[in-house]
């Protein structure tokens, strides 16, 4: 329960770390686009509507640009505030918040438009600020004013809706993440009820036989053993070298137990030894291979375990020579098989392949094949 508690703090602090970029990232890019935006806006009024009215007689410069000054920073402010009104109600439905994002921006438009009709009859003809309004002045200065509001409200909704799908999906990654990863903290804790029977069967029966020492040994092998599976982290990942390890203190109990009948042999290329494989993959396909080649058998048999590298590939391989159509063999292994193919699956996403090829009287081979991955 520890282990699945400290995992999911460990995600939620990264969880928390990647939102919190993301808001930073997402707040440089509004005051880029909202500086840029308006900069680019006072730039198109003065181009397209001041610029050609300088040769006029009374036309006042200074008085043109303060307006415009008024004009870009108000239409800033509301735009600031349009971007707060959607990132409240972000969280809602789709047609809600079309629904409201873009009235509240036709609301915004006509403040926006009452702001520049009101300085421009100030500041440029130094009237008062509702004197001489028609419908037909208002009507075309609102025009302008609700597409510039319903320009800014598209692009705030489309940055907006777009960075809630974004952790919409981060929490889906994470949440399948979580599922598997969990997964295989089961798969990585489950143990054979038939190999700690017979286990604790052997060291009850060396003690019976005051073969204390060998007994005291198996525990400690088998606690060894707990120990080990027990301290890997939930990534269930490590290197071939390590699972050798763990593979070989297994193997260590089982030798106890059968003694000269069960023999061991390791093939194992160099170059495969530091390549990536999931916790615990080989355990359980040794140990049916023993339950099925080699218990049965009053004189035992040998497994083989091989390892190599061929074209960017990882082949493992277990080996037996028990009877290789025996029929519970075949659904041992399956069992086997289905553990050792779960941890391959979240490690590698389908791209892994495991044959068994069975011998008629000469054993059993299951092969595994993966990415090479250091």
């Not at 777009?162 to 089961?186: I, P, S, Y």
């Not at 086997?336 to 392949?353: Q, T």
Request: aromatic fraction near 12%; proline fraction near 2%; include cysteine.
């Amino acid at each position: 329960m520890m282990n699945v508690n400290n995992q999911l703090s460990e995600y939620s602090d990264e969880s928390l770390a990647i939102a919190s970029q993301a808001v930073s990232q997402q707040k440089q890019q509004f005051w880029t686009l909202q500086i840029a935006g308006w900069s680019g806006y006072a730039l198109l009024v003065f181009l397209a509507i001041i610029r050609p009215q300088m040769d006029n007689v009374n036309f006042s410069l200074s008085a043109q640009i303060y307006n415009l000054i008024i004009e870009t920073m108000s239409g800033f402010l509301l735009s600031y505030l349009q971007w707060f009104f959607i990132g409240r109600i972000v969280h809602l439905p789709l047609n809600k918040l079309l629904f409201f994002s873009f009235s509240f921006a036709a609301l915004l438009g006509v403040i926006y438009n009452i702001i520049k009709l009101s300085f421009f009859k100030v500041i440029v003809y130094h009237q008062h600020w509702n004197e001489g309004w028609d419908m037909l002045e208002f009507g075309g200065w609102l025009m302008f004013s609700l597409t510039t509001m319903f320009a800014w409200t598209s692009i705030f909704f489309i940055m907006l809706y777009n960075t809630k799908l974004q952790k919409e999906h981060e929490r889906l990654l994470t949440a399948q993440t979580l599922v598997k990863d969990a997964q295989l903290q089961m798969l990585r804790y489950q143990l054979n009820p038939h190999f700690m029977f017979n286990t604790m069967n052997a060291i009850s029966t060396l003690i019976l036989k005051n073969e204390n020492d060998k007994a005291n040994e198996m525990l400690d092998k088998l606690c060894d053993f707990f120990r080990y599976t027990l301290d890997f982290k939930p990534k269930s990942k490590t290197t071939l070298k390590k699972e050798l390890e763990l593979l070989r203190l297994y193997l260590s109990i089982e030798k106890v137990r059968f003694g000269d009948r069960l023999t061991i042999e390791f093939d194992i290329n160099e170059a495969a030894l530091k390549c990536q494989v999931p916790n615990m993959l080989l355990q359980p396909l040794v140990e049916n291979a023993i339950k099925y080649a080699i218990e049965p058998r009053k004189r035992g048999g040998k497994i083989t375990i091989k390892a190599t590298c061929v074209n960017h590939k990882l082949n493992l391989q277990v080996l037996d020579d028990g009877h290789g159509n025996n029929a519970k063999a075949q659904q041992g292994f399956g069992i086997g098989i289905s553990n050792s193919k779960a941890r391959l699956d979240a490690m590698f996403n389908g791209d892994y392949e495991v044959h068994l090829l069975s011998r008629f009287e000469e054993g059993v081979t299951v092969e595994v094949i993966m990415p090479k991955v250091i």
